[in-house]
T-cell receptor, first 114, second 110 residues
Framework: GAGVSQSPSNKVTEKGKDVELRCDPISGHTALYWYRQRLGQGLEFLIY????????KSGLPSDRFSAERTGESVSTLTIQRTQQEDSAVYLC????????????FGPGTRLLVL | DAKTTQPPSMDCAEGRAANLPCNHS???????VYWYRQIHSQGPQYIIHGLKNNETNEMASLIITEDRKSSTLILPHATLRDTAVYYCIVRVKAGNMLTFGGGTRLMVKP
């Protein structure tokens, strides 16, 4: 595709509900990254995939956060039992190969937990 | 990854060159200088990167000093749409995560 796409673009949910965020990377990119950006702050690394495996899950804030990727394409970030502090923009990026190549970002999903 | 220092904000007149400085005095030999920008409410956008030679692409030029302790991103003819926060990042090219500091908020004015 032309770029990284993410859906939904905006999500409002109630505290305690589960949410799923989707990322479609650039076609042919084998590496996929998830970041979080709170209002007015820098990027917080969450997890990355090389192919369908996730070698580094160290950035996931808690066990309420999980991510998967299938077919070396789409990835889903799931937040269970959402809390108000989960409110942020969740950004996805992809690159041709993990670490070596430039990362290209999607527009993000703005999550608001009420 | 080495730490970078950027001015928090800069103004530039539309049509003029915008020169954004970045200090990275602790950069090591295998670390690259990357520039991204983030326009309000959008995801970060890659601009350019380099190791030690100056680089130019359709968006900008990157000038790296000979000792590699600082660099300058040049937008040759700034437009209003270039108003954004510009991030200078120093990283080993094989590093997996990106870490953004405070960046420089560039305001292009008519």
């Amino acid at each position: 595709g032309a770029g990284v796409s993410q859906s939904p673009s905006n999500k409002v949910t109630e505290k305690g509900k589960d949410v799923e965020l989707r990322c479609d990377p650039i076609s042919g990119h084998t590496a996929l990254y998830w970041y979080r950006q709170r209002l007015g702050q820098g990027l917080e690394f969450l997890i990355y995939f090389q192919g369908n495996s996730a070698p580094d899950k160290s950035g996931l804030p808690s066990d309420r956060f999980s991510a998967e990727r299938t077919g070396e394409s789409v990835s889903t970030l799931t937040i269970q039992r959402t809390q108000q502090e989960d409110s942020a923009v969740y950004l996805c990026a992809s690159s041709r190969v993990a670490g070596v190549e430039t990362q290209y970002f999607g527009p993000g999903t703005r999550l608001l937990v009420l | 990854d080495a730490k970078t220092t950027q001015p928090p904000s800069m103004d530039c007149a539309e049509g003029r060159a915008a020169n954004l400085p970045c200090n990275h005095s602790t950069i090591s030999g295998n670390e690259y200088v990357y520039w991204y920008r983030q326009i309000h409410s959008q995801g970060p956008q890659y601009i350019i990167h380099g190791l030690k030679n100056n680089e130019t692409n359709e968006m900008a030029s990157l000038i790296i000093t000979e000792d590699r302790k600082s660099s300058t991103l040049i937008l040759p003819h700034a437009t209003l749409r270039d108003t954004a926060v510009y991030y200078c990042i120093v990283r080993v090219k094989a590093g997996n995560m990106l870490t953004f500091g405070g960046g420089t908020r560039l305001m292009v004015k008519p």
